[in-house]
């Protein structure tokens, strides 16, 4: 097993996302992790990204849980991406992923949905498994990892109602959509359509990326 130096594992993902989508650099998410027995007043609980507003200035902090550090530290996914450590990197690219496109509508000035973020991350969650896959799998990238990903899941018990049927729904519809990326796009390796495809959903608001996603299915 290989060591993981768990801030440059986020970093790393932040700047491929960034490559990816081609946005404007953003302040590296590694300066804005708060480790966890710092994060015990803070709003929420668990991993997750914490944005507020003080005196008209964007606020963020990223928090992930000790056992996704701890899981990411013992084994550096980047080296080997199994069933152990599959399940802390789609925590930590997701947080990552909120990050990213929080700073990205805040500097084109537009608002951003619960839903759109959850999608986001769970697009973004795809794309990086699968790229670490391709890498380590010559290339081969399993058709069973959507299901993986996006339908044998568990929600944590504490989620409220209104949290647990907006990650459903949003892991619905990021199922959808990254089944048609695959089947046009990485099967036949398509790279560089990918990432035209991807750059301009990543560019549409909620309902944009609801209606490409129904327009693809």
């Known amino acids: 097993m290989s060591a993981c130096d768990v801030a440059e594992l986020s970093l790393d ?12 650099g953003q302040p590296p998410v590694c300066d804005f992790l708060i480790p966890a027995e710092a994060s015990a007043g803070l ?12 005196d008209g200035e964007l606020q963020l902090g990223v928090v992930l849980e000790p056992q996704v550090v701890e899981s990411l530290s013992r084994c550096d996914p980047r ?9 802390p990197f ?4 997701e947080e990552v992923s909120h990050f990213a496109l929080l700073l990205f509508c805040a500097q084109k000035a537009r608002t951003v949905s619960q839903l759109e973020l959850e999608l986001q991350g769970e697009v973004d969650k795809y794309l ?6 391709s890498l380590q ?3 081969a990238v399993s058709p069973r990892l959507k299901r993986l ?3 044998e899941y568990r929600l944590k018990p504490e989620l409220s109602a209104e949290q647990a049927e907006r990650y459903s729904t949003a892991s619905g519809l990021a199922y959808r959509y990254c089944h048609y990326l695959e ?12 990432r035209s495809e991807a750059r301009r959903f990543y560019r549409l608001g909620q309902s944009g990326k609801l209606e490409r996603i129904e327009s693809c299915a």
């Open 183 to 194: 089947c046009e796009y990485l099967r036949p390796s398509r790279l560089s359509d990918l």
């Open 90 to 93: 789609c925590t930590l690219v």
């Open 137 to 139: 799998n010559e290339g």
């Open 43 to 54: 709003p929420g609980s668990g991993s997750r990204t914490l944005v507020s507003e003080v």
């Open 13 to 24: 993902v932040q700047r491929r996302l960034e490559s990816l989508y081609a946005l404007d």
């Open 149 to 151: 990903l996006f339908r």
């Open 79 to 87: 080296v080997r991406l199994d069933r152990a450590n599959v399940g």
């Open 128 to 133: 990086n498994v699968a790229f670490l896959l």
